[in-house]
């Protein structure tokens, strides 16, 4: 079992930052692929950025990218979003997922950190 614990939301102003973290435990992580989704109000929830917790390699949504950046501190077992130049339509619920490196689907899955940022 993986528990994820998402922090870090809040209100901003567009343009400003926000950086997000997940903390994991119950496990090592060396075999899984952490990925950062978010869900805006009426809206499916869409894929953001993952990062390999072995090596780090990193893959992002194509419109993230430039404005997002995750990375992972493997002593604190925690992953991170900075998410800069935000813009209204980033506001939405966001969520931390795991997943082991040889599976497609998500087994693990945070409670979610709301990002709101106005204009």
């Known amino acids: 079992q993986v528990q994820l614990v998402e922090s870090g939301g809040g209100s901003v102003q567009a343009g400003g930052s926000l950086r997000l973290s997940c903390e994991a435990s119950?496990?090592?992580?060396?075999?899984?692929?952490m990925g950062w989704f978010r869900q805006a109000p009426g809206k499916e929830r869409e894929f953001v950025a993952t990062?390999?917790?072995?090596?780090?390699?990193?893959y992002y949504a194509g419109s993230k990218k430039g404005r997002f950046t995750i990375s992972r501190d493997n002593a604190k077992n925690t992953v991170y979003l900075q998410m800069d130049s935000l813009k209204p339509e980033d506001t939405a619920v966001y969520y931390c997922?795991?997943?082991?490196?040889?599976?497609?689907?998500?087994?693990?899955w945070g409670q979610g950190t709301q990002v709101t940022v106005s204009s």
């Open positions: 997922a795991a997943r082991d490196f040889r599976k497609s689907a998500y087994d693990y």
């Open positions: 119950g496990r090592t992580l060396s075999d899984y692929i």
């Open positions: 990062i390999k917790w072995s090596g780090g390699t990193t």
